[in-house]
């Protein structure tokens, strides 16, 4: 049975970037493994929930109603519930001040090497997209491990939204190079960005807009010989550059499903550029 580690923060996913890769994972009988950043379970984002929220980018409601209902009976199941632990099963990399810092290391690259065996029992990761993962997934180092695990085995990744970030910023620490250097991606882009607003699940914060515009890290990211494509005024944005597959936004998540589904049962390697 193909199966899938799927990776939601604790600070808010968007519904549908969950529910569109998922419902094609069901349709074609793969087994969905979730995982978050400390092992606590995920929620939706209340606005990904509500088909009458009018998304002020874009102007009109980003949600249908079909979706909305089929989101919230996710979010509320006992699907999500128990997820995996990255604190628990990745090692944290220790500060070069602390004590006996090069035995620490060691240690630490003992621990992280069993990483490579760990993924061989996975075919592809997810991770899914909305404003929480700005706070813990995006320069979260153990997902970082994870996804290097990933690359190395040549599996592929399929990352959403603002979920994107991870891949521009999962580097080995000998030459800190991009793993998406050269590689076409899209992601979100700085036309769909929040002016205000930018909220997360169990803070009371508005960031206001994004810490960070995307877009101009996946340009620098991807360097001269690759490509970030936003297609503002494009339904739809999806790119797949072996061995990731990159969603732009919330309406490109049952794209990226499926296209994910291409890449697993046809070899499909290239797709959108």
Request: glycine share 10%.
């Amino acid at each position: 049975m193909t199966k899938i580690l799927i990776i939601l923060s604790e600070y808010g996913y968007w519904g549908e970037e969950l529910l569109g890769p998922l419902v094609a994972f069901d349709e074609r009988g793969y087994q969905s493994v979730f995982a978050t950043p400390t092992g606590k379970r995920a929620h939706a984002l209340p606005p990904s929930l509500d088909p009458g929220y009018i998304d002020p980018p874009l102007g009109r409601s980003v949600t249908t109603p079909e979706v909305a209902v089929a989101a919230r009976e996710l979010d509320e199941s006992s699907r999500l519930d128990n997820p995996i632990s990255l604190e628990q099963w990745i090692p944290d990399r220790p500060y070069q001040s602390e004590q006996d810092p090069l035995r620490r290391m060691e240690a630490y690259y003992r621990e992280l090497a069993t990483l490579d065996t760990d993924v061989e029992q996975y075919d592809a990761l997810v991770v899914v997209g909305g404003s929480g993962p700005i706070v813990d997934l995006a320069n979260n180092g153990r997902l970082h491990e994870l996804v290097l695990a990933f690359v190395r085995a040549d599996k592929p990744i399929l990352a959403l939204c603002y979920g994107v970030a991870a891949l521009a910023f999962a580097r080995d620490w000998e030459d800190r190079k991009s793993i998406i250097w050269g590689k076409h991606v899209t992601g979100h882009c700085k036309e769909y960005d929040y002016k205000d607003g930018t909220g997360f699940l169990g803070v009371d914060f508005n960031m206001g807009p994004p810490p960070y515009p995307l877009e101009y890290i996946l340009r620098d990211a991807t360097g001269p010989d690759g490509r970030y494509h936003g297609n503002v005024g494009k339904e739809t944005s999806v790119i797949v550059d072996h061995p990731y597959v990159t969603a732009r936004s919330t309406p490109d998540s049952f794209l990226g499903g499926s296209k994910l589904v291409e890449v697993l049962e046809s070899g499909l390697r290239r797709y959108g550029w």
